[in-house]
């Protein structure tokens, strides 16, 4: 379990082959030096098992099934990603419950500058759009954001100088992949509500979540 803040920024120093799967040798830009063997930590939102560790690198190997969701097979040596060790019981949730599951791709469609703030737009499937709501949460590429506004298969966020400066997402240009993970919570709600007649499921669990008081 993740929260969507950041922690420190990684490197991929080496991208090995391993049968139909992959390991990536993962450089944080900070020492980790309590990160033990078997630890899970998010990679751009996606949940690995650190391995072989020591303070400077880890290794996180990358199942077929992974590789098929993400773009983590993709991925070159050289390339920055962001990383979050896992939530501990003690720590304040100061993001939203993040599992490090993703969902599967989105797309940046647009990136409109405002003065020290960056508006992104992205594209993402109509299976993912169902539980993105406006003033909702959402992860992309592990980054916890609040959805500024949303429509159709197309939503778009504010990010402040802080989440620029300490996460990946600056580095990001029109048409660039990125990992999506919907609220969790909203998916349970999707699926225990079903499909009920004359309503859809996105009015549906945004009157949910009005009712509940998380829609100001």
Wanted: charged fraction near 25%.
């Amino acid at each position: 379990m993740f929260t969507g803040l950041i922690q420190c920024i990684g490197t991929v120093a080496e991208v090995l082959a391993t049968g139909r799967g992959s390991r990536l040798v993962l450089m944080p830009d900070r020492p980790l030096s309590d990160l033990e063997q078997g630890e899970s930590i998010a990679v751009d939102g996606v949940c690995l098992t650190a391995t072989a560790c020591t303070p400077t690198r880890f290794h996180a190997d990358v199942s077929p099934e992974t590789l098929r969701r993400t773009r983590l097979g993709r991925v070159v040596p050289g390339r920055r990603v962001n990383l979050e060790r896992a939530l501990r019981l003690s720590d304040r949730l100061g993001g939203h419950i993040v599992t490090g599951h993703v969902d599967g791709l989105g797309r940046v469609a647009a990136i409109r500058p405002q003065g020290d703030f960056v508006e992104l737009s992205f594209e993402v499937e109509p299976a993912q759009s169902r539980t993105i709501v406006e003033k909702g949460s959402v992860a992309v590429d592990g980054v916890s954001l609040t959805v500024a506004s949303c429509e159709g298969t197309r939503f778009s966020v504010a990010l402040i100088p802080t989440t620029l400066n300490s996460t990946t997402l600056s580095d990001r240009g029109v048409g660039d992949e990125v990992h999506i993970e919907t609220d969790v919570l909203g998916k349970y709600v999707e699926k225990l509500l079903g499909q009920s007649r004359g309503t859809s499921s996105d009015a549906r669990i945004h009157k949910l979540l009005e009712e509940g008081g998380f829609l100001a």
